[in-house]
C-alpha cells in the first residue's frame, strides 16, 4: 500500500468525522429541544427505559466491525453527553448562574460591601444571653475594626432539652447593642411567620443549615428586600444548595450570602468535615458571594484560624467566627467559642498573614 492509498483512506475518514459531528451535534440540539419540553411538563429528564429501548435498537443493527458491546458503550456516551447538555442548560437559566450574571454579586449591608476585594469578618456569640454579654463581645468586634455581629436568638437545637434562644427577646437585645456601637446584625429566623417582625431588629437574616431546605421559609424571605445569608445544610449537595439559594432569588431577592458551614461525613475528630473545595466550585457555578464558618465546621477552637486561613487563601470572601466573653459558662456550644483575647489573637495572626487587610 503506498503512502497516496493511506492519505485517501484518511480523507475519507476525515470526511466520516465530519458527518458523525454534524450527526452527534444534530442529535444534541435534539436532545435539547426533548429537555424543554420535559421542563415544562414537570418530567425527569433521564429515561432509563428509554436509554435501554436505544441500546438494544443498536444491537440489533449493528453490522460490524465493531463488537455489540463497544458500540454500546460509545452511545452510552453520547447519551450522557446528552443528558448533561441538558443539566447544563438548566443550570444557564438558573438565576443565581454564573453564567446568567458573569460579574460577582456584591451584597450591601448598611454601606459593608460582601463580595468585593475586602473580605469581611462576621463574629458574635452562638447565643444571645444577655445585654451585657453582647455588648462585650460587639466592644470587642468594633476594636479589631469589624461593623457586622452575629447572635443567635431563635436556636434550633438537636435535642428538644438544649437552651432554646431567647427569642424576640434577644432580637431586641441585639439590635441595641447595635444600635449603641454602630453595627449590623445577622441572626437566624426559623419560622416564616416571624420574618416581618423579626426585620425590625435585624440587618441581615440567616437561614441556618437545618433550615436550608425549608422551603416555606426561603420563599418567605425571598420576598423581602433584606440580605439573606444561607448556609448549607448538613448533609446537602452542592447542587442542593445551589438550588436553595434559587428559591430566594426566584421570588425576587437577589442580595443573597452563602456559607459554607462544613457537611455531615464518617469523620468524628471534627463537628463536622469543612468543604474547603465548595468555595471555589461556588463562586464558578454563582455569581454570589461565599463565607465559611469555621466554628460549626470544625467545632474546635484550636483549628479556626488554620481553617480560616485555608478559607482567606481559597478566595472566600469572609469568616464567620463565634466568640464569647466567658465560653465556659455559654448557654450553647461553650467547647467551641473563642473568649475576648483568643479573638483578639485570631484576628492578629489573620492581619499578620495578610490573608486579611490590617485596618
Known sequence: MSNQEIDELRAKIDNVNLQLLKLINERGQLVQEIGEIKKSLGLEMYDPIRERD???????YNEGPFEIATMQHIF?????????????????????????KPENTVVQIDGEAIGREKKTIIAGPCAVESFEQVEAVAIALKSQGLSIMRGGAFKPRTSPYDFQGLGF????ILRA??????MKVVTEIVNPAHVEEALNYIDVIQIGARNMQNFELLKEVGSQKKPVLLKRGLSAT??????????IMSQGNGNIILCERGIRTYEKATRNTLDITAVPILKKETHLPVLVDVTHSTGRKDLLLPAAKAALAIEADGIMVEVHPDPAVALSDAMQQLNIPEFEHFMNSLKSSRLLAAD
Not at 447593642?177 to 454602630?182: C, E, F, G, P
Open 54 to 60: 436505544m441500546l438494544n435498537l443498536i444491537a440489533n
Open 238 to 247: 452542592i447542587q442542593e444548595f445551589i438550588y436553595a439559594a434559587e428559591y
Open 169 to 172: 427577646e434577644g432580637l431586641k
Open 177 to 182: 447593642v447595635a444600635d449603641k456601637h454602630d
Open 76 to 100: 452510552k456516551e453520547i447519551f450522557k453527553a446528552g443528558i448533561e447538555l441538558i443539566e447544563d442548560d438548566h443550570r444557564k437559566a438558573l438565576l443565581v448562574s454564573r453564567k446568567k
